[in-house]
C-alpha cells in the first residue's frame, strides 16, 4: 500500500474523530500490533538491504507523523472535553442554592439598616473603627486607667499579640473606642454612629461573646442632655414604631461620661405576646451621658469650648425586643431554617 494513501487515510480518520475511544480504535488500527503502518514495516524483510534503508526511512517518517497526529488531536479532544465537563458542572457561586432562593436577611442586620437610616435622617453619618483595639483607644483614652475597677465591669477577652507600647491587644469590649478614633481625627461639630461587633467573655440566653453595639457621639459648644434624651426618645420611637414609647433615664456611671444615664423601656406581655412602649416592666437598652471633658482633653480639644454627649445601645437587645426573640444565641447558631422563619425578604424593606 502506498504511504501517501495511509497519510491521507488516516488524517482523515483522525480528523473524524470526536472522543478518545474512537482515537484509540485508530490508533490500534495503524500502529497496533496487526495496524496498518506495522505491517509495512513488516513487510520490509523480504526486502534489499538498500531498499530497506530508503523504504524504512520513509515509512518510519509515516509513523512519526501519524503518531505526531494522533497526540495532537488527543491533546485538542482532552481540551473539549474538560470544556464541555466544566460548562456542564458550572455552578454560579453568586446565586442562592435552589432551595434558598428565598434567602433572608439577618434580623441583625436589618437592625443594622434600620439604625442607620434612622440616624441618617437626623444628620448622622456613619463611622467605624477595627474589632481588634489597644488597650488606648478601648481603655485608657476613655479616661479607664488600668487598675481601675471600671476594666472589671467588661470581662476582656486579651489577645497575646502587643501594641507598640508592649500591651496586649484586645477585642473591643464595646464600640466606644471608636468615640476616640474620631475625635482624634475630625474637628467638631461631630455627629457620628458607629455600628460594629463587640467582645465580652460572657455567654448565657442574654449575652454572646460576640454582640453588637451602635456607638453616638455628638459634639458641639452647647451640646446638653436634653437633646440627647430627646434623640434617643425619638430614635426609639421610630425603631420600635411606637409613638407613644414609655422610657426612663436612670443615673449611672460611665469613665467616659458625666453625668451617665442608662436608659430603659417599658413593656408588658400580654397572652404571651411582648408590648413594647407600655407597662410595668423595663428593659435596659443603653448606656450614655455627657462625654467627660477629660475625654476630650485627652483627645486634645478643649473641654471648656466643646462639649457634647455620646451612647452606646446593645443592637442584639433591640432586636430581640422588637421581633420577640428570647435567645441571643439563636442570632449566631448559624441555623438556616431559624433563618427562614425569623428572617427578612428585601420586599419588607
Ligand atoms: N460603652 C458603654 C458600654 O458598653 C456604653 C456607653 C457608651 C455609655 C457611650 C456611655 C456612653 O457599656
Same mark, same amino acid.
Given at each position: 500500500m502506498d504511504n501517501q494513501k495511509v497519510l491521507k487515510d488516516i488524517t482523515k480518520e483522525i480528523e473524524l474523530a470526536s472522543s478518545q475511544d474512537q482515537l484509540q480504535k485508530i490508533k490500534v488500527a495503524y500502529l497496533g500490533k496487526k495496524g496498518k /503502518? =506495522?505491517?509495512?514495516?513488516?513487510?520490509?524483510? !523480504?526486502?534489499?538491504?538498500?531498499e530497506k534503508k530508503s523504504k524504512g526511512?520513509? /515509512?518510519?517518517?509515516?509513523?512519526?507523523?501519524?503518531l505526531f497526529l494522533f497526540e495532537s488531536k488527543l491533546k485538542h479532544i482532552k481540551t473539549?472535553?474538560?470544556?464541555?465537563?466544566?460548562?456542564?458542572?458550572?455552578?454560579?457561586? =453568586? $446565586?442562592?442554592?435552589?432551595?434558598?432562593?428565598d434567602a433572608? /436577611?439577618?434580623? /441583625?442586620?436589618? =437592625?443594622?439598616?434600620?439604625?442607620?437610616?434612622? $440616624?441618617?435622617s437626623m444628620g448622622y453619618t456613619v463611622a467605624e473603627g477595627p474589632d481588634i483595639e489597644t488597650d488606648f483607644f478601648n481603655f485608657s483614652a476613655l479616661n479607664i486607667p488600668e487598675d481601675h475597677p471600671a476594666r472589671e465591669m467588661q470581662d476582656t477577652f486579651y489577645i497575646e499579640d502587643k501594641d507598640e507600647k508592649g500591651k496586649p491587644l484586645v477585642l473591643r469590649t464595646h464600640t466606644s473606642p471608636v468615640q476616640i478614633r474620631t475625635l482624634l481625627n475630625e474637628k467638631p461639630p461631630i455627629k457620628i454612629i458607629a455600628p460594629g461587633r463587640t467582645y465580652r467573655c460572657d455567654s448565657d440566653s442574654t449575652h454572646s461573646p460576640m454582640f453588637h453595639q451602635v456607638e453616638g457621639l455628638f459634639i458641639n459648644e452647647n451640646a446638653n442632655m436634653g437633646d440627647l434624651k430627646g434623640t434617643l426618645i425619638e430614635f426609639c420611637k421610630q425603631f420600635f414604631e411606637v409613638q407613644d414609647l414609655k422610657v426612663r433615664f436612670r443615673p449611672s456611671y460611665f469613665p467616659f461620661t458625666e453625668p451617665s444615664a442608662e436608659m430603659d423601656i417599658a413593656y408588658e406581655i400580654?397572652? !404571651?405576646k411582648m408590648h413594647i412602649g407600655k407597662g410595668e416592666k423595663w428593659l435596659e437598652i443603653l448606656g450614655c451621658g455627657m462625654v467627660n471633658p477629660v475625654v476630650l482633653e485627652n483627645c486634645k480639644l478643649d473641654s471648656l469650648k466643646f462639649q457634647g454627649f455620646a451612647f452606646g445601645m446593645g443592637l442584639d437587645r433591640i432586636t430581640m425586643l422588637k421581633q420577640g426573640l428570647t435567645d441571643i444565641r439563636s442570632?449566631?447558631?448559624? !441555623?438556616? !431554617?431559624?433563618?427562614?422563619?425569623?428572617? $427578612?425578604?428585601?420586599g419588607e424593606y
Amino acid at each position: 500500500m502506498d504511504n501517501q494513501k495511509v497519510l491521507k487515510d488516516i488524517t482523515k480518520e483522525i480528523e473524524l474523530a470526536s472522543s478518545q475511544d474512537q482515537l484509540q480504535k485508530i490508533k490500534v488500527a495503524y500502529l497496533g500490533k496487526k495496524g496498518k /503502518i =506495522t505491517d509495512l514495516l513488516k513487510s520490509l524483510k !523480504n526486502l534489499s538491504i538498500e531498499e530497506k534503508k530508503s523504504k524504512g526511512a520513509e /515509512i518510519n517518517l509515516l509513523r512519526e507523523k501519524a503518531l505526531f497526529l494522533f497526540e495532537s488531536k488527543l491533546k485538542h479532544i482532552k481540551t473539549s472535553e474538560i470544556n464541555s465537563k466544566l460548562n456542564s458542572e458550572f455552578i454560579d457561586i =453568586t $446565586f442562592p442554592p435552589p432551595h434558598l432562593i428565598d434567602a433572608k /436577611i439577618h434580623p /441583625i442586620s436589618k =437592625t443594622f439598616d434600620e439604625v442607620i437610616s434612622i $440616624f441618617g435622617s437626623m444628620g448622622y453619618t456613619v463611622a467605624e473603627g477595627p474589632d481588634i483595639e489597644t488597650d488606648f483607644f478601648n481603655f485608657s483614652a476613655l479616661n479607664i486607667p488600668e487598675d481601675h475597677p471600671a476594666r472589671e465591669m467588661q470581662d476582656t477577652f486579651y489577645i497575646e499579640d502587643k501594641d507598640e507600647k508592649g500591651k496586649p491587644l484586645v477585642l473591643r469590649t464595646h464600640t466606644s473606642p471608636v468615640q476616640i478614633r474620631t475625635l482624634l481625627n475630625e474637628k467638631p461639630p461631630i455627629k457620628i454612629i458607629a455600628p460594629g461587633r463587640t467582645y465580652r467573655c460572657d455567654s448565657d440566653s442574654t449575652h454572646s461573646p460576640m454582640f453588637h453595639q451602635v456607638e453616638g457621639l455628638f459634639i458641639n459648644e452647647n451640646a446638653n442632655m436634653g437633646d440627647l434624651k430627646g434623640t434617643l426618645i425619638e430614635f426609639c420611637k421610630q425603631f420600635f414604631e411606637v409613638q407613644d414609647l414609655k422610657v426612663r433615664f436612670r443615673p449611672s456611671y460611665f469613665p467616659f461620661t458625666e453625668p451617665s444615664a442608662e436608659m430603659d423601656i417599658a413593656y408588658e406581655i400580654v397572652d !404571651n405576646k411582648m408590648h413594647i412602649g407600655k407597662g410595668e416592666k423595663w428593659l435596659e437598652i443603653l448606656g450614655c451621658g455627657m462625654v467627660n471633658p477629660v475625654v476630650l482633653e485627652n483627645c486634645k480639644l478643649d473641654s471648656l469650648k466643646f462639649q457634647g454627649f455620646a451612647f452606646g445601645m446593645g443592637l442584639d437587645r433591640i432586636t430581640m425586643l422588637k421581633q420577640g426573640l428570647t435567645d441571643i444565641r439563636s442570632f449566631f447558631s448559624g !441555623n438556616l !431554617n431559624w433563618l427562614a422563619k425569623h428572617g $427578612f425578604s428585601l420586599g419588607e424593606y
